[in-house]
């Protein structure tokens, strides 16, 4: 498998945000786990005042939210002399009254809450990297990177496929036992989402199990993957699992292109598109103990498709449609707002969502 640099999901840790203590809180946490990935005195600075200006605008605004963060790599050509760099995520969550004019709360001392105004502006200045999607009544969520190290990761590579994910334990969990992974492999670009049976340790042991398979075979065949994560995961408890590969490029010649799904249990997968939803269909059965049938089905793979794979810990009646705009967001606000407004609350909860940069969009 040609590994992704931040292909491998990194649980996010959660912050509550419900009162000034919180923010303090969450500042010093992420402010840790930033200095343990090489962040300076500096670059800490920054990543201090966009926690703060997002911790307190959901204050003023919702009263309550949430912001998960977890490290990134950041991947680089070959033929580069630079290190890969590496980061920090951070995603800003609340279900508040959304913002009606997204491109004026950026300026300067526009405010609807009677506050100077320079959050949202200072957030942008200081962020490396920076998508929002809002919307009246439906709340705001932010994708905000920043990264260590400055100076140009030159030549950055353009991964065909832009994707995200949220990935996170049962609350009062510490390791999660849901992981997922992803690659390219034989001209496609191939995920795999694990639920290992439960919660906790042994849970989490199932699914690097199966995260481990994924990367030593090295194939985009979806069935072969779940076979083998068969038998790899038979000294543990078990999991459901789903294996899903799109073309990591355009066809040629106005060929058809399918998205491909092997699935044994509750994984839930399907291609999105605005013309509707179709629905990729899982075996019932437990990986690594009952497996009476591995079967690959497709459906077709458009250019305005996006591919969305979640475990049992979020619930399967959302429907995009009803987030104006967003599908054209960043793949991990598409997965946050899921997670946002569908987390079962007592379960791990991985929500993956992958959408093709086609060569047009590059």
């Known amino acids: 498998m040609e590994a992704i640099l931040n292909g491998l999901s990194v649980t996010q840790r959660r912050f509550e945000i419900g009162d000034s203590s919180s923010v303090s809180f969450a500042r010093r946490g992420i402010g840790d786990m930033a200095f343990s990935v090489g962040f300076n005195e500096t670059v800490l600075g920054k990543l201090a005042i966009i926690v703060t200006e997002c911790a307190t605008n ?72 920076l998508d929002i999607w809002s919307m009246p009544g439906l709340g705001t969520v932010l994708r905000i990177v920043v990264w260590a190290d400055a100076r140009p990761a030159a030549p950055v590579r353009s991964e065909p496929v832009a994707y995200g994910a949220i990935n996170l334990p049962l609350q009062g969990e510490t390791l999660c036992g849901d992981a997922w992974i992803c690659g390219y492999a034989e001209g496609e670009f191939v995920v795999l989402v694990v639920d290992g049976l439960g919660h906790g340790p042994l849970a989490h042991t199932a699914a690097l199990a199966a995260t481990d398979t994924f990367t030593r075979l090295g194939t985009s065949n979806v069935v072969n993957i779940v076979e083998a994560s068969h038998d790899a995961l038979r000294p543990t408890r078990g999991a459901a699992l789903g294996v899903a590969s799109v073309p990591a490029f355009d066809a040629a010649d106005g060929a058809l292109a399918n998205a491909r799904f092997c699935g044994v249990g509750n994984i839930a997968a399907s291609v999105w598109t605005p013309a509707g939803q179709r629905h990729l269909v899982s075996h019932a059965g437990i990986v690594g103990h009952q497996l009476r049938k591995a079967q690959e089905f497709q459906v077709g793979w458009p250019r305005d498709g996006l591919l969305i794979l979640h475990s049992d810990g979020l619930a399967t009646r959302w429907d995009l449609s009803k987030y104006p705009g967003l599908t054209h967001r960043h793949p991990t606000l598409i997965a946050t707002v899921l997670y946002r407004d569908f987390a079962r609350g007592r379960d791990d909860v991985t929500v993956f969502v992958a959408r093709a940069e086609r060569t047009g969009d590059l």
């Not at 959304?98 to 491109?103: A, N």
């Open 58 to 129: 959901q204050l003023k605004h919702a009263q309550h939210g949430e912001l998960l963060v977890r490290p990134i790599v950041r991947a680089v050509t070959p033929a580069s002399a630079l290190p890969a760099s590496c980061g920090i995520e951070l995603l800003a969550i609340d279900s508040g009254p959304g913002i009606r004019d997204l491109h004026a709360c950026f300026d300067d001392g526009y405010t609807t809450a009677g506050s100077p105004g320079n959050g949202m502006g200072a957030i942008q200045r200081l962020s490396d990297e």
